[in-house]
């Protein structure tokens, strides 16, 4: 277990006050009445990381060993990019949505399980709120999904659970009423706009568990820009506390010389993993922390830690939203959303085919929690 400082400034005293958080694999705890429980012996040696020798990392990153295969299986981008499907394809969709049903034609059941109980929305960004596009410095989302976002906030507590960098996402949403939690959720930052949602402990929240890395995290993203200089198409984005190589833009034989690539960089740092997301391979901070553990985090901030009247609901495309699916799942408590065309492993429990479907699916909870919304876009049309 290792402790965590979360700082809280309350923006009308001027008073800045320190929460201590201790972290461990199954829970969060945030409180300012008690210390926290003493860190087992050894946790200061690296208790709070996650032990990957240098060899996983070579061997996590090996192309003979099915990882190019693996890249290769990334969701595709584009409708036009799917294969065609045949019979025994057909078979294995209905399968699929057999398990994981569309949530749109689903609402109605999920509506008559949350009631009596407190939606908590977690909306991932790209691929969910936005389309997947080639450029990921422009993947802006649409104003009539601006719109919805902004009046499911005034519904329910919503934060965005992202990779991105938390300023660029911001940037992409400009909603300061929503809770945003950047780099996979270690750069969380709560509302700086009025919300009934939002508490006073809440206000000015900030939580960034990997600090210590952004020196490293920095020097690595040099060396990698360097590096993918020599791969048409290969982008390095910078989000604070992690980075992804974008090769959604690399010509597929090129993918073996880019994973070679990030191997030599990566060999030197053995405190940071790998992991691998649409086209995305994203280089993190070894540290036990993740989306799940930032939508638990959360769920903390806001009082409903142990709540049995809470129904959270996570909507996400990709393979780290999967850590929020899970946590769900174990928790027994509301459920996940998977967005995807294509069947896919996956720990959610309903799915939706793309960001058109998860902003309908949106409009319909702000309708049901607000039917005179629903009257008066009747009237609109």
Known sequence: ?????????????????????AVSNSSIFATTAQKPPPAPAGAAGGGGYISISRKKILKDLDVNGGWIESMRASSPTHVKSLPSFSASDDHRQNSW??????ALD???Q???????????????YDGTLSP?????????????MRKTVKKLATCFPTAIVSGRCRDKVYGFIRLAELYYAGSHGMDIKGPTKSSKFKKAVNQGLLFQPASEF???????????VQKMKSTPGAKVENNKFCISVHFRCVDEKQWNNLAQEVKSVLKEYPMLRLTQG??????????????????????????????????????????????????????????????????????????????????????????WKRPSLLRRRHCRV
């Open 1 to 21: 277990m290792t402790n965590q400082n979360v700082v809280v400034s309350d923006t009308k005293s001027g008073i800045n006050m320190s929460i201590t958080v």
């Open 97 to 102: 949505m057999h398990l994981h049903p569309s």
């Open 278 to 367: 649409r086209k995305v391979l994203e280089i993190r901070p070894t540290i036990k922390w993740d989306k799940g553990k930032a939508l638990e985090f959360l769920l903390e901030s806001l009082g409903y830690a142990n709540c049995s009247d809470v129904f959270p609901i996570y909507i996400g495309d990709d393979r780290t939203d999967e850590d929020a699916f899970k946590v769900l799942r174990e928790r027994n408590q509301g459920f996940g959303i998977l967005v995807s065309k294509i069947p896919k492993d996956t720990h959610a429990s309903y799915s939706l085919r793309e960001p058109s479907e998860v902003m309908y699916f949106l409009q319909r909870l702000v309708q």
């Open 214 to 224: 952004l020196p490293m995290i920095d020097e690595v993203y040099q060396q990698l």
């Open 110 to 124: 999920i509506i008559e399980a949350s009631k009596g109980k407190q939606i908590v929305m977690f909306l991932d």
């Open 132 to 144: 997947i596009v080639e450029d990921p410095d422009k993947a802006f989302m649409s104003e009539a």
């Open 106 to 108: 689903m609402f109605d």
